[in-house]
């Protein structure tokens, strides 16, 4: 089968090659993969700021139909829509994984880097990472449930509420899936940050009916970070209420400063979120499947055979959020 893989280290080194169709082992299954979701982190391999396991299939954000069970799999059939968490091979009997974070399990290896993911017409996955799909979700909206799951993650960082003022800072895929999720979620604000109102992305959340903005106005209870960006972070605590609450999903710098004094005076809470675990995922289902975060109108679907166009486009930010279509 046709997959797009990286092939070797360094930047680069991109190539849709012959690949064997994986096979259904033990406690895993196949997938018929319908869509496979661009992520920054494609393009961070692409760039090799990110790791991987060269030769490696790309794609950690799909959705698919089981297409083969391995032996041991019980309560899945041939058929069955779904979508993946990203924590294959995590070990289960660490410290992280007694706890309940196989995401953040030493062992993990996720697809698309880790082990070969959805860029592909098959991919391999461990049935206990995998979610229904309900009959109510089409394909491409979930499609988005891993990057919604990322957002969902950070907002159970800091619990978001009714009544909570809160702002997203980034009009990314995921900034817009988490001022769409805190809307959802019952805050009394949800505000979408971002350079230029006029931007493709601003006006697809616009379309979404979030509010936008390329500031904070006025005091928050809750920022969420999606940028990674010193002075983005610095502007959000600056933003927040006395004991108001920041989190960050953004990959940024190796190091960047925090105003500390004025942190500290205002007992502010700064946060980190990685990834996203199982009620992550089921909560961001039932969203979906109730209407209210319809990720597949940040979509713009490709075929796998244009991926450079494809990858291209995510890059220069023109779609929100790219799809490729591997049949």
């Known amino acids: 089968m046709k997959a797009l893989v990286k092939t ?9 090659a012959d690949v064997p169709e994986p096979q259904a082992r033990p406690g895993w299954v196949v997938l018929a993969v319908r869509y496979g979701g661009i992520c920054g982190t494609d393009l961070h391999i692409a760039a090799d700021r990110h790791p991987y396991y060269p030769p490696v299939v790309l794609g950690h954000e799909f959705v698919g139909a089981i297409e083969a069970v391995g032996d041991g799999v019980t309560g899945w059939s041939a058929g069955d829509r779904v979508v993946c968490e990203p924590h294959a091979l995590f070990c289960g ?17 996720a697809p698309g880097w880790g082990i070969d993911g959805a860029f592909a017409p098959y991919v391999a996955v461990p049935v206990a990472l995998l979610h229904r799909v309900p009959d109510e979700v089409p394909d491409e909206r ?12 950070a907002l159970n960082r800091v619990g978001i509420g009714p009544g909570d003022r809160v702002a997203v800072l980034g009009p990314g895929p995921i900034g817009i899936l988490a001022a769409l999720q805190a809307s959802a979620r019952g805050a009394d604000r949800a505000v979408l940050i971002g350079r230029d109102v006029e931007s493709g992305r601003m006006r697809t959340a616009a379309g979404l009916g979030l509010e936008c903005a390329t500031g904070i106005d006025g005091e ?36 960047f400063a925090i105003p ?17 675990g199982y009620d992550d995922w089921r909560g961001v289902l039932s969203l979906m499947r109730r209407g209210a975060l319809p990720a597949e109108r940040l979509t713009s679907v490709f075929d796998l055979a244009d991926w450079e166009r494809a990858f291209a486009a995510v890059a220069d930010r023109r779609v929100s959020k790219a799809l490729v279509r591997p049949r």
């Open 142 to 153: 979930a499609a988005g449930c891993e990057p919604a799951a990322v957002a969902a993650r």
């Open 93 to 109: 009997h660490c410290d992280q994984c007694r706890r309940g974070l196989v995401r953040l399990c030493t062992s993990k290896r």
């Open 260 to 276: 500390w004094r004025d942190t500290l005076f205002r007992s502010v809470d700064v946060k980190f979120s990685f990834s996203s």
């Open 8 to 16: 070797a280290a360094g930047v680069g080194h991109l190539e849709l």
């Open 220 to 255: 928050v209870d809750v920022v969420v970070d999606t940028t990674g960006s010193n002075a983005a972070v610095t502007a959000g605590i600056a933003a927040l209420r006395r004991a108001g609450k920041l989190v960050t999903v953004g990959v940024g710098d190796d190091t």
